[in-house]
């Protein structure tokens, strides 16, 4: 007899033969002709149920430029496999021809050039759209946003996440999880999510006084769609205290809390549900081991890493579907449901081309008046940009290097730290860069560029900490986003040792010095997790930064040399 999950792998063959599970059938037909419309929203309605999945939007209401990263390291189990294979290999692994618009979708090679082809991508008009495309064909489709929406723009920071919510509501989702809107402080998070027509989920947010579930993020939600019982529960991100200032939401625990999930879905199992969703901000690696840890989970909607897949990954008896993310990307799952349980499903992740798509007139209007009181501001040009400016990527991106730039000049200072953050639209070669651009890489509610003296033996110890949280062979034990940038200082690192083994020759770039254990640095930085850190915005030393610079040129970073890969 064959097995559940022998069913799910002959499933997933047989869609990628047929194209049926991405972007097979688009992407070749589209490498000879023009893209339109109705060619990217095709679907051959499947099965019972159909979900649709957003996430990581990052307050990205306008069409962007959005550039995969190009490099995107796995370790231990996950090591060359998907995510974690980019460029040429990717596109080879999928069948993608170069130069179509897959290759400009999902692949970061020739970035530039090809955006100048096929636009920008993106836009909530556009996203609304596909929405309405959906629900005219299946009108019952369960809409899922899987959080890092009410964070990362001008708007929302200066609305305090208003101008998201006001924009989200509109597209009528059924539930929604959640991180970085944590990071708008647990009063302010409170109102806005009493205030949501919708289900704010959170199986893994507790009570911190009493490590007990929260009445303001119920762990699930039910839903009855074409006959048959769904469940979806949500998974916010795990590790909220440490990546973020647990200072800002004192009241709430986190973690991955698995014990606590096998609880869920057995007792929705119990109460009838055919179908278990998790809507989950995990992270991808993290997901594919949960899924092989909790049973009874039919289908994981993955999101925090920004991954985008045209096929979804088979972990354990569980199909994983990652949605990339600023909007780029809508995913659509067609399930079908029968005697209470999952018999297949049909895919597509639907690229969000914004010069293909037609706009929602009336979504394009309220998107329109969320921005009416800040357009002035936002549309300032500060400088040009002579190349690509771009985020991603485990060690550097070039956004995060003329961040680094700015800190040492501004600050002035020896070295400079950067998170390694995933959130933030390219710029293309020779754009105008407008404070808009600038906030949309810098944005946050802790922002404060501190000014401090680390010693070359605490400068290790920060750098060796991070590592650790993103090359821990255990996806538990990966704690946030990429490896630290840092400017003024390189290093060697090999991602295959062990937690403060992996760093080694620093160097101090101005000259050539090795860094010395028992001496002291300047040293700037920003998105310190410590309550009080005094300094100016960010988004002010960039800027001040760029306006001297007038036409920013930033040069190739080769400050990292990495082994062990």
């Avoid at 922002?447 to 003296?453: P, S, V």
Wanted: aromatic residues 10%.
């Amino acid at each position: 007899m064959i097995s559940r999950r022998d069913f799910l792998q002959v499933g997933m063959a047989a869609s990628a033969l047929v194209g049926a599970s991405g972007f097979g059938n688009w992407a070749r037909l589209a490498a000879q002709q023009a893209l339109t419309q109705d060619q990217l929203l095709q679907f051959e309605t499947f099965g019972n149920v159909s979900l649709i999945h957003i996430t990581d939007i990052h307050a990205q209401l306008k069409p962007i430029y959005f550039r995969e990263p190009s490099v995107n390291l796995g370790v231990g189990e996950n090591k060359g496999v998907v995510p974690h294979v980019t460029g040429a290999e990717f596109r080879k692994l999928y069948g993608i021809d170069d130069g179509s618009p897959s290759h400009y979708a999902l692949s970061s090679g020739d970035f530039a050039a090809l955006a100048q082809g096929y636009g920008r991508v993106g836009g909530l008009d556009r996203v609304a759209t596909v929405i309405k495309s959906i629900r005219a064909d299946r009108p019952d489709a369960i809409l899922l946003d899987g959080g890092d929406t009410w964070h990362g723009s001008y708007t929302c920071y200066h609305t305090q996440g208003q101008d998201m919510v006001n924009v989200m509501n509109a597209l009528n989702p059924d539930a929604m999880t959640f991180h970085w809107e944590f990071t708008l402080g647990s009063e302010r998070l409170a109102e806005l999510v009493e205030s949501l027509p919708f289900a704010a989920l959170g199986q893994n947010i507790f009570d911190a006084e009493w490590d007990e579930p929260t009445e303001l993020f119920p762990p699930y939600k039910m839903f009855e769609r074409g006959g048959t019982k769904i469940a979806v529960i949500g998974q916010a991100f795990p590790y909220m205290p440490i990546a973020n200032p647990g200072w800002m939401f004192p009241e709430y625990a986190f973690g991955i809390r698995d014990e606590n999930m096998q609880a869920m879905v057995d007792e929705v199992r119990a109460a009838g549900a055919e179908c278990v969703v998790v809507l989950s901000h995990n992270g991808f690696d993290v997901d594919k081991k949960m899924a092989t840890v909790v049973r009874g989970i039919d289908v994981i909607l993955s999101g925090h890493t920004h991954d985008a897949l045209p096929e979804p990954v088979l972990s354990g008896e569980t199909i994983i579907v990652p949605s990339g993310s600023n909007g780029k990307f809508v995913s659509r799952v067609d399930l079908d449901i029968r005697d209470g349980r999952m018999m297949g499903y049909r895919h597509k992740l639907i690229p969000v081309f914004s010069d293909v798509i037609e706009p929602d007139a009336g979504m394009a209007a309220l998107i329109d008046e969320q921005r009416a009181p800040y357009e002035a501001e936002l549309s300032e040009v500060i400088g040009q940009t002579e190349g690509l400016l771009y985020r991603r990527g485990n060690f550097n991106g070039t956004w995060d290097d003329l961040v680094c730039d700015a800190l040492i000049s501004e600050r002035e200072a020896d070295i400079a730290l950067s998170p390694g953050v995933r959130w933030g639209p390219s710029l293309l070669p020779g754009q105008d860069i407008t404070r808009e651009d600038i906030w949309n890489v810098t944005s946050m509610t802790y922002g404060a560029a501190y000014r401090t003296e680390f010693t070359g033996e605490f400068l290790k110890v920060v750098l060796e900490d991070v590592a650790d949280n993103i090359f821990n062979p255990d996806p538990y034990y990966q704690q946030g986003g990429d490896m630290v940038r840092t400017g003024g200082l390189g290093y060697s690192i090999d991602v295959s040792r062990s937690q403060g083994d992996r760093i080694s020759n620093m160097t101090l770039l101005k000259s050539g010095e090795a860094i010395d254990p028992a001496k002291s640095y300047v040293v700037a930085g920003w998105a310190s997790v410590n309550e009080g850190t005094e300094g100016p915005q960010i988004w002010d030393v960039v800027e001040n930064h760029i306006a001297k610079l007038g036409t920013v040129t930033v040069q190739p970073n080769n400050s990292v040399d990495v082994t062990g890969a």
